[in-house]
């Protein structure tokens, strides 16, 4: 793997999983929905003024617009809006991360019929390897005694349904170079504004945009707009450009770990022992994944 596919990948897995400790600065002083809308409000307008002063700002056409609106309302709406409704609805994180990470094995599953990237046998078996891995960590950090309804935790299945349809569909406009495919910049601003728009509505009926204005909110609502919404999703879909879809989606395996470490150096959260195993067993599921595709192309052509 080239060395500048491997600082995309450390920048995306490092701003991505901030986006949790972001949202736990963050959620004590508005709701989900308000915390989502403001943020891409901020994130929809940085674009705009960025493309209206490269003179890149354009209508792209009924079609395209539409195909990539409905991706960000996939890959943000639907992603942010189910993670932060179940920890809202008193699903333990742990449990959130867990359901989460089903998403590597659900794109496996349906890369062939989507993209016509078939899932070697041993890229399943570094999926499955990953999977466990996550189990391992996020198992000892369960908190038993917690019980939600039973739609909070069906609620972050929405996330991975959505990140799931989104990377699937994004690489398949990447592989047959449709007309679809747009620069990034005008990507991220069609997928931006549909989220929200989408968010619009329930951040201002159900939480009448409730926002406590305080430093740690601002801090927390800066870092989510420059260092995850633009750069992280950036990086994702730079990513989704050069590799099939199912190494992507591996590196969602990294979330519980990197995060939980995220949160020992943001929030003095104690790393287990158990941590650095399950670490272990993820980054070696990810390489075994990655990996396979170079291997299998080497027996085709001998």
């Not at 403001?38 to 617009?65: D, H, S």
């Amino acid at each position: 793997m080239k060395r500048d596919t491997l600082l995309l990948i450390a920048g995306f897995v490092l701003l991505w999983n901030s986006g949790f400790i972001g949202a736990e600065y963050g959620l004590p002083y508005t709701g989900p929905f308000t915390l989502i809308f403001l943020r891409y409000v901020a994130v929809t307008v940085l674009l705009l003024e960025y493309l209206l002063l490269r003179n890149r700002l354009k209508w792209v056409g009924l079609k395209t617009a539409s195909i990539n609106m409905f991706l960000g309302f996939l890959a943000h709406g639907v992603w942010l809006t189910c993670v932060l409704l179940a920890l809202d609805n008193g699903v333990p994180a742990g449990i959130v991360a867990l359901i989460v990470a089903l998403q590597p094995l659900a794109t496996g599953a349906f890369s062939g019929f989507v993209t016509g990237e078939k899932t070697g046998s041993l890229q399943w078996l570094g999926l499955i390897l990953g999977f466990i891995g996550v189990v391992i960590t996020v198992a000892f950090r369960i908190d038993f005694s917690s019980s939600g309804s039973v739609f909070g935790y069906l609620i972050p299945l929405g996330s991975v349904i959505g990140i799931t349809i989104a990377t699937l569909v994004q690489r398949k406009i990447e592989i047959n170079d449709k007309a679809e495919k747009l620069p990034l910049d005008q990507t991220l601003f069609y997928q931006s504004l549909a989220t929200m728009l989408a968010l619009a509505l329930p951040a201002v009926f159900v939480e009448g945009l409730a926002v406590e204005w305080v430093p740690k909110f601002t801090y927390a609502m800066l870092w989510l707009v420059f260092a995850v919404s633009l750069g992280a999703y950036f990086l994702m879909w730079r990513l989704i450009e050069r590799l099939d879809a199912t190494r992507v989606a591996s590196l969602f395996y990294l979330g519980p770990p990197v995060t939980m470490f995220m949160a020992w150096l943001a929030f003095d959260d104690k790393v287990k022992l158990v941590d650095y195993l399950g670490m272990a067993i993820v980054l070696a599921g990810i390489v075994m994944a990655s990996r396979t595709k170079s291997k299998e192309k080497t027996h085709s052509q001998s």
